[in-house]
């Protein structure tokens, strides 16, 4: 799916697999990321279901192989199937009517679940809502939100320049 580019977007990643002899990764490459398997027993995913329920309302997807809660244009959390396992999970944020109520759920979540937050971009965050909101303030979606034109006209600008 793609995002708005008002939109945060974090993958939750058990913590296990962003620890380095230990200690936990400050970044990883998107591959690595996409390779990691949540691994959810099908207690886990009761349990998730429910708490996303918690967070934001579940609607009905277009997709066998995705559950959906919330609103696609503003905050929503993305469950991604193969088959009956959970693959992966999103959670979109809207940054300009950002929801610390919201943060602090999928904050929860992760400590609940032992897992790490990841950025698009691979930086990986640890799940509370003071480094996730310092994240999302210095982001791409928030540089769009305070100035979108002149967002824009770089974005404009770059793309004439080949970068």
């Known amino acids: ?6 939109q945060f977007v974090l993958d939750l990643v058990p913590a296990s697999s962003a620890r380095i002899a230990g200690a936990t990764a400050a970044r990883m ?3 690595q990321l996409d390779e990691i398997r949540l691994g959810f027993s099908s ?5 998730l279901f429910a708490r996303l329920g918690t967070l934001l309302p579940e609607k009905n997807s277009w997709s066998a192989s995705l ?7 503003t905050d929503d959390i993305q469950v991604f199937f193969d088959g009956q396992v959970i693959e ?5 944020l809207n940054v300009a009517d950002l929801s610390l109520h919201l943060v602090g759920g999928i904050c929860g979540l992760a400590r609940h679940f032992d897992c790490i937050l990841a950025t698009r971009d691979g ?3 640890l799940p509370n809502r003071e480094a996730v909101v310092r994240t999302i303030m210095q982001s791409r979606a928030m540089k769009f ?3 979108p034109q002149r967002f824009l ?11």
């Open 1 to 6: 799916m793609t995002m708005a580019v008002w």
């Open 29 to 31: 490459r998107r591959e």
């Open 43 to 47: 207690t886990d995913a009761d349990v």
């Open 67 to 73: 559950r959906i809660w919330g609103d696609e244009k």
């Open 88 to 92: 992966d999970i999103q959670f979109r």
């Open 123 to 125: 930086a990986i965050l």
């Open 145 to 147: 939100v305070r100035e």
């Open 153 to 163: 006209e770089e974005a404009i600008r770059l793309d004439r320049d080949g970068a």
